[in-house]
């Protein structure tokens, strides 16, 4: 017998009587029961939960459970369901405990798969054909690492990088990794023993597919040229939901850089150490081909960085095609062509697909270049980015201004039954109009849940009195900001997070301060200064009395629950950077359709960002702590009313500073 969503989540109930310190929830058993409600009357839902309600249970429930309701009606196609999430660490909490426990818990079958690119998996072929070519592909390095992935390939069950004992370089991964047209199908001699195509076969079969955004959106982006990389799916839950617009902002444009085409040159011929794979074949026309192609490339993309530091706009910004030449996209097809000439002659299938594989890599970046510097994808924003300073890699950025619209006609109005979730997606005590108008959602039900934690008693929240504004007086502003930060971490027993919306503030504050940090003997540790973000957090959790400075990435998915974590410092509030181009043309875009960009637009997106920030603090039931934020607008501009609504009920303080001149 089948039970249902409620019969799980009662005190009593199925998770109850296997997880004991199970707590039964209503906000969660209420998220559930709407989830099961809009898969089963094929409708769209917005839920935003706060932290703690358990949102993993409350949409995995329903959804295992659905897949088991149709296979129970004899002749009708089973239900699978996507599970898409932004970060890793939700991805590996779900496949790794949530879903294995509530496989031993419910009473029915069900598979769920962890879905990976392609890319992440070996292939045996190419790994062997590397073997063979490795003296003219590789330097010593590389083959060292060639030689670990090749004894790794006949003790490894699963294929993937991520079972593999330490990162390759990039261009050795290159060569041995599955590819989508460098394969042989059924044809290649390693098929049945195919590391991709036996996860392939997995996924088609699973009920449950956990995917993130950035493979989901690939996907629906291949859906409208008529390919796929994901079997047909009936429902599809976003979790961390608040993400979506910027990731298919990302996926629905073109980029296009330098360092592109210079790598993938180097793999075909790199006349430095006479290795690549026009080597191996000796194809002398095309080494000379690739070596012209060098030139014209620097040429001309030295020709675009010019136009941005002289002629282009002060945020690079292209709003008409560029009167720069395009003498590189022609003779990308050319060398294809020359390339795919060559392979139809030989008699070995595997090398022909080798060679049609980087033809159609070279066809890619040609058309993408073209695309760009005709500008044309319509209703789009173009513009250069660079990165680096020796080695400029030099970027042709597009993005769609509006998502809206293609994700209502390739996603809304084609899966039945779309579930979005996060802790933040609503704007102000209940209005979830701001998200929904960013993703094209027109129709959909609605539900804002409330946190299980007693936020008045866990949390503080503290508002600086005096303070200039960072709009008038930025000077002035930062001083005050130092001054505050001071103040506030002498206060604090426990760690600190400071969060600032620039780095260029952070690396200011952390210059003057770090002379105080070190009279008071207490660990500062700083974004962007070597360590990566995860190294960071474990050392901030074990020193239990740090201070880390922060920006973006810091605001958002970042969980230290207990003493570790006791006061959040805001800096400033989190408007997104006016001049971005991207940023530029949605404002643009609202006012040509009447309305006010900054009260539609910035505002409410600034106002989920400040619940990110605020939302680090309070963990668990049994966290406890302060959020401070030093920007007065909150209490001078009427905006900023807006902003404290849309933060969690709990305790307010005006404190006036301690600081000594």
């Not at 807006?642 to 009920?649: H, M, N, W």
Request: with cysteine; net charge neutral; proline share 4%.
């Amino acid at each position: 017998m089948i039970p249902t969503t409620s019969e799980v989540f009662q005190p009593d109930g199925l998770i109850a009587r296997r997880l004991s310190r199970f707590e039964a929830r209503g906000e969660q058993s209420e998220m559930a029961e709407a989830v099961a409600a809009a898969i089963a009357d094929r409708r769209h839902l917005v839920v935003e939960a706060g932290t703690g309600v358990g949102k993993s249970f409350a949409y995995l429930v329903p959804s295992i459970l659905a897949t088991a309701g149709r296979q129970g009606n004899e002749g009708e196609a089973r239900r699978r369901v996507v599970i898409s999430t932004h970060t890793i660490s939700l991805q590996e909490q779900l496949i790794s405990r949530d879903i294995p426990f509530l496989n031993a818990v419910l009473p029915l079958e069900f598979s769920a798969v962890l879905v990976k690119g392609r890319g992440n998996y070996l292939s045996l072929r190419r790994m062997a054909g590397a073997v063979d070519k490795s003296r003219t592909l590789f330097e010593s390095e590389e083959q060292r690492q060639l030689k670990q992935i090749k004894d790794w390939s006949q003790s490894t069950y699963d294929g993937s990088l991520a079972d593999l004992g330490f990162s390759p370089l990039s261009n050795v991964w290159d060569e041995v990794r599955s590819e989508h047209g460098n394969c042989l199908g059924k044809k290649c001699p390693t098929y049945d023993d195919c590391y991709y195509y036996r996860a392939r076969r997995r996924v088609w079969n699973a009920d449950i597919l956990v995917v993130n955004h950035a493979l989901f959106f690939s996907d629906l982006a291949l859906r409208r040229e008529g390919a796929s990389v994901l079997p047909e799916y009936d429902v599809v839950v976003f979790d961390e939901a608040h993400m979506l617009e910027d990731v298919a902002a990302a996926h629905l444009g073109v980029t296009v850089s330098n360092g592109q085409f210079n790598y993938l040159f180097n793999k075909l011929y790199n006349d430095r150490n006479q290795k690549g794979l026009l080597i191996s074949h000796n194809l002398t026309e095309g080494q000379q081909l690739v070596a012209r192609l060098r030139i014209l490339v620097d040429q001309m993309f030295d020709e675009l960085e010019q136009w941005r530091t002289s002629a282009g706009r002060p945020n690079s910004r292209a709003r008409q095609p560029l009167s720069v030449d395009n003498t590189v996209s022609s003779e990308v097809h050319d060398l294809s062509m020359l390339i795919r000439t060559f392979a139809a002659d030989l008699t070995s299938e595997e090398q022909k697909v080798e060679l049609n594989s980087a033809a159609d890599k070279l066809d890619v970046l040609g058309t993408s270049l073209t695309t760009w510097m005709k500008q044309r994808q319509d209703d789009s924003v173009y513009w250069i980015e660079t990165v680096g300073r020796q080695n400029l890699n030099i970027k042709l950025m597009s993005s769609p201004i509006d998502v809206g619209a293609s994700l209502r006609d390739n996603l809304f109005s084609q899966i039945p039954s779309v579930i979005l979730t996060s802790a933040t997606l609503a704007v102000g005590k209940q209005d979830f109009s701001f998200f929904r108008n960013r993703i094209g959602l027109t129709k959909a039900t609605e539900l804002k849940l409330g946190s299980p934690f007693d936020y008045h008693t866990q949390a503080k929240l503290v508002l600086p009195d005096s303070m200039p504004d960072p709009g008038e007086s930025p000077a002035l502003y930062e001083s005050a900001v130092i001054d505050r930060i001071r103040q506030h971490v002498d206060d604090t027993e426990g760690g600190v997070f400071v969060l600032f919306t620039s780095y260029k503030m952070l690396q200011s504050a952390a210059r003057v301060l770090q002379p105080w940090f070190v009279s008071r003997n207490r660990l500062l540790l700083c974004q962007g200064e070597g360590l990566q973000r995860s190294l960071l957090l474990e050392r901030f959790r074990q020193d239990g009395q740090a201070v880390l400075f922060g920006t973006e990435s810091f605001w958002q998915g970042v969980d230290v629950p207990g003493d570790a974590l006791k006061n959040v410092i805001i800096t400033k509030l989190p408007f997104s950077v006016p001049d971005h181009p991207l940023l530029e043309a949605r404002v643009e875009r609202i006012r040509e359709r009447g309305e006010n960009p900054f009260t539609q637009y910035q505002v409410p997106e600034a106002a989920i960002k400040l619940r990110q920030g605020f939302g680090r603090l309070i963990r668990t039931a049994t966290d406890s702590g302060q959020v401070v934020i030093l920007d007065p607008r909150l209490r001078t501009k009427p905006y900023g009313r807006i902003f404290l609504e849309s933060l969690p009920d709990c305790q307010r303080v005006v404190a006036a500073s301690t600081q000594k001149k």
